[in-house]
């Protein structure tokens, strides 16, 4: 099986929860570890260095919103995906756990054969068809060249703005991933005082007149991502 070398930490207060994740991801394959709140998490992340690790929001010590912010600046933990647990009455840790550098979300009451399909479906973002080689994206139809600032789709050049290229290549770097409105504006417009959400709507639009609408779709009240 293919995740069979892959590594998983789930890092939640309540040990139900944490045996029933474990469980279902040992029968899928995975290496599973386990951790009871945000501290131990880290910890045991810089131990195992996992492929992905799963954040309960709310624990005692240190909650999985800091955890994640936390990690999120040590450089091993770059391009770990991280995926948070929550409930469905909490939209706001949904946003504030994007805000840090969240890729997903799996919404309580846990349901193991969602929980499985999900985690699948987040791990196997790293061996789509995209490849990036010396600053060359290729996912679907398009291939991005970042040394060239050109894009291609289907073969044919398609011209596009420096702060649209931009734009595109941070939601492709990570097809599935959802990116807030003001990680893209950190991202793409950091040295800016006066852009605000409307301009990201604006730069959105003119990727969609150009590409299609096939690419990036949008994640209401949240932000956006790009579709494989």
Request: include cysteine; hydrophobic fraction near 40%; aromatic fraction near 8%.
């Amino acid at each position: 099986m293919s995740s069979a070398k892959q590594k998983i930490l789930i890092v939640d207060d309540e040990p139900d929860i944490r045996e029933l994740i474990e469980y279902n991801l040992k029968k899928e394959g995975y290496q599973v570890f386990s951790a009871s709140n945000g501290q131990e998490g880290i910890t045991e992340a810089k131990r195992a260095r996992p492929d992905l690790i799963i954040l309960d929001v709310m624990m005692p010590k240190m909650d999985g919103i800091e955890a994640c912010r936390i990690m999120r600046t040590m450089n091993e933990f770059k391009s770990t995906f991280m995926v948070f647990l929550t409930a469905r009455s909490e939209e706001y840790s949904e946003i504030a756990g994007f805000n840090v550098g969240a890729d997903d979300y799996i919404a309580k009451p846990i349901k193991p054969r969602a929980l499985i399909s999900r985690i699948n479906a987040i791990l196997r973002r790293n061996n789509q068809t995209e490849d990036i080689i010396e600053n060359k994206l290729e996912i679907s139809d398009l291939v991005i060249d970042r040394e060239t600032y050109l894009v291609y789709q289907q073969g044919q050049k398609v011209v596009l703005a420096k702060k649209e290229f931009e734009l595109l290549y941070l939601l492709a770097s990570r097809p599935g991933k959802v990116y807030t409105r003001d990680v893209i504006l950190k991202n793409i417009w950091e040295d800016s005082v006066v852009v605000t959400n409307r301009t990201i709507d604006v730069h959105i639009r003119k990727l969609r007149e150009k590409l299609g609408d096939t690419y990036v779709s949008t994640v209401k009240g949240v932000g956006y991502k790009f579709d494989a």
